[in-house]
């Protein structure tokens, strides 16, 4: 994935609205959900709703399939794990990862 990619993903994402309706998607799972569901569920009227999806759309973390009369929104987890892998392609740099930030219990004690 490309910086371009990865910074218009991130930006889609620093709107709640947009966070929201991904994270909604997210949780349909590869159902998807349709804009009017999306909207009753998030309390977020129509137009507003389909501003904040064609951005999603556009930076590729939402998909949009057109099933008959209805449109079936879909989160891009493969565009998703993209975004994760370059945010994290040069974790820890040659040094020792550290995988548990809490301190030791011991590391605790006076």
């Known amino acids: 994935m490309e910086e371009a990619q990865v910074v218009r993903a991130l930006a889609a994402l620093a709107q709640p609205v947009r966070l929201r309706v991904f994270r909604t998607l997210v949780g349909a799972g590869g159902c998807g959900m ?3 569901t999306l909207s009753e569920c998030l309390a977020v009227p129509p137009p507003t709703l389909s501003f904040h999806l064609k951005e999603l759309v556009h930076a590729d973390l939402v ?3 057109r099933q008959g009369r209805f449109l079936i929104y879909r989160a891009s987890l ?3 794990s993209g975004v994760m892998s370059y945010l994290t ?4 740099q040659s040094l020792q990862c550290v995988t548990d930030p809490q301190p030791a ?3 605790l004690a006076p």
Do not use: D, G, L, Y
């Open 34 to 36: 349709v804009p009017s």
């Open 63 to 65: 998909t949009q399939e």
């Open 78 to 80: 493969e565009s998703m």
């Open 89 to 92: 392609s040069h974790c820890c």
């Open 105 to 107: 219990p011991e590391a």
